[in-house]
C-alpha cells in the first residue's frame, strides 16, 4: 500500500469535511430554534470529531494536513453563498434544500471514506484506537438523517399552487 496515495486521499476528505462543517454551521445558523438547527449543532459536532480522526490517521501513517486542501474545502463553502437562489439578500427555502443536498453528498462521501478505511487499514495495528466502523455507521447515520430533513424541505422550497374550484350557479 502507497502512503503516499493514503495521505492524498485523506487530505482531500480532510478538506471536504472542513468545508461540509462549515456548511453545517451556516445552515444550523439559518435555521436557529428548529429541530434541524438541533440536528446541525450535534453534526457540526460529531463532523470536528471526524476530522480530529481524520488528522490522526493522517499524522499515524508519517503525513502532515494540507492546509491548503483545507482551505480550499473552507473556500468552496463561502463560495457556495453567492450562488443565486429565489432570494437576493436573505435565507429562502430554495436555500435550506440545496444545503441539505450538499450535506447529503458529503455525508455520502464520508461512509465512502471510512469504509474505504476499514478496507485499507483494519488489520493495521497503528490505528487500533481508531473504530473506522464506527465513523462509517455515524456517517451512515448522518446521510439517513440529512435525507428526512431534505425531504421535509422540499414541499416548502417547491409549494404546490393552491387549486380553488369556482362553480357558478345557473340563473
Known sequence: MSDTRL???LNDHLGLVTGEAELARRCRDSNKGTSLALFLDRLQS???TQRAAISD???LIGGRESRIKQGAGWLAEKLGRFKMNDSLLSYSDLSRLLELEALSAAAHERVALWDTLC???GGDDRFG???FPWYRDQSLGHFNELNSERRKAVPSAFPRPVKVEVRVQPD
Open 57 to 59: 490517521v493522517i499524522r
Open 129 to 131: 484506537g481508531i473504530s
Open 7 to 9: 495521505r492524498i486521499y
Open 46 to 48: 460529531e463532523l470536528e
Open 119 to 121: 478496507e485499507v487499514l
